[in-house]
Each structure stands twice: as structure tokens, then as C-alpha cells.
């Protein structure tokens, strides 16, 4: 049975907020260790897997300009030892002024406990 999950959400929270603040021990902790583990990316080109992806997306995300989210809204669900949530914001980066649009799909499986 699917429903909705408010432990999901609360970690597409963390995730985000680690994100913005370039928290890299907790944008790593929160990454899969399997070797299943991907991220595509917004830019084209940007498709990241396994211990690269671990590796190098906290310097990636270490790299983008100061910014805020506004307008986030979280939608999450699970099913067993999975999960996903829709995550949807406006991002405004603080030097430039520019706001734009973000969408994120995240897929959740529960690994030794967490």
C-alpha cells in the first residue's frame, strides 16, 4: 500500500537545506552506497553514478552561487523499503537577483536502517 510519508519529506528537507549550505558530510551521509546510485542533473551532460557521483556532488554543489529557496513545496510517498517524493521551489541567487524554477524527483530505499 502507498502513502504518504512525512519521514520523506523531511529528509528531501534536510537534503535541500544541506544543499544550500554546502553541508558536505551530510550531502554525502545521505547518498546511497550502492553501486545503483545515479543523479541526473539539470545541465546536459550532467549524469553522475556510483562513488564518482558520491565523490565529486558536494564539490558540484559546493560551487553554485549563494542562493534561497522560495515557494518549496514537498510531496512524498512510500511503499516497503522505498520511497519518492516530487520536489518543486524557486531558487534566487543572491548575487545575480535571478530566480529560477527547480523540480527534483528523489528516489528513497532504506539502507541499514536509514
Known amino acids: 500500500m502507498i502513502t504518504p510519508s512525512p519521514e520523506i519529506a523531511a529528509i528531501v528537507t534536510r537534503w535541500n537545506e544541506a544543499v544550500r549550505t554546502c553541508d558536505r558530510d551530510t550531502v554525502e551521509n545521505l547518498l546511497s552506497r550502492d553501486a545503483a546510485l545515479r543523479y541526473v542533473g539539470t545541465a546536459s551532460g550532467e549524469l553522475w553514478s556510483g562513488s564518482v557521483l558520491r565523490r565529486g556532488l558536494p564539490d558540484h554543489f559546493a560551487e553554485v552561487p549563494a542562493f534561497s529557496y522560495r515557494n518549496q513545496s514537498t510531496e512524498a510517498f512510500e ?33 541499514t536502517g536509514a
Open 79 to 111: 511503499q516497503g523499503s522505498t520511497g519518492w517524493a516530487f520536489w518543486h521551489s524557486d531558487i534566487h541567487f543572491h548575487d545575480t537577483g535571478v530566480t529560477s524554477e527547480y523540480r527534483i524527483t528523489f528516489i528513497f530505499t532504506l539502507e
